[in-house]
């Protein structure tokens, strides 16, 4: 009988393991989410610059209504449909870590840059966030996807303040 005890003791176990870790891998990467007229209202437009050198799809892709899984702290939605403009709603901590970072939209096969970053004056969101409008670039065809194609770190700030003394004698 204790033989079955232990046995029925490991199989619940493993059970509450694969339990608790599916429900970690469906857990969101991101707490971002999107507000619709409230987020649109502080969005700020975002020119592009068609890429010409670009041959692949290559960096974090982020899907429509959906956070990016490679590239924390970012959301982006379409509006409505693909072939439609986007919102890119970031958080404002991904700019403590980063001057700027490019999104990159694949339409057919041609390659738009979007260059993120926060823009004088630009309001966030009641969540902290900032919204950059993506327009649609070319010949409205769907665009294909969106993906992080290059990003800057911020540079540390030397905290060394042995420059500033000055000894005279």
Same mark, same amino acid.
């Given at each position: 009988?204790? %033989? ?5 003791? @490991?199989?619940?176990? +493993? !059970? ?8 970690? =891998? #469906? ?55 693909? %072939? ?5 709603? @970031?958080?404002?901590? +991904? !700019? ?8 990159? =939209? #694949? ?63």
């Amino acid at each position: 009988m204790k %033989k079955y005890t232990l046995v029925f003791f @490991v199989v619940i176990m +493993v !059970f509450t393991l694969a339990l608790t870790s599916l429900a970690a =891998a #469906k857990q969101p990467v991101s707490s971002i989410t999107w507000n619709s007229v409230p987020d649109k209202i502080v969005a700020v437009h975002v020119d592009a610059v068609q890429n010409y050198t670009r041959k692949n799809a290559s960096g974090p892709k982020i899907t429509s209504n959906s956070h990016s899984a490679d590239f924390p702290g970012l959301y982006f939605i379409w509006d409505p449909k693909q %072939k439609d403009n986007g919102y890119l709603k @970031v958080d404002a901590e +991904v !700019f403590n870590k980063y001057e700027s970072f490019t999104l990159t =939209a #694949k339409e057919s096969n041609t390659y738009w840059d979007f260059k993120i970053s926060p823009q004088n004056n630009q309001l966030p969101t009641t969540d902290g966030c900032y919204v950059f409008f993506i327009q649609k670039a070319y010949k409205n065809k769907n665009i294909n996807m969106v993906f992080i194609g290059d990003y800057v770190e911020k540079e540390e700030e030397d905290d060394d303040d042995d420059d500033d003394i000055v000894i005279i004698k």
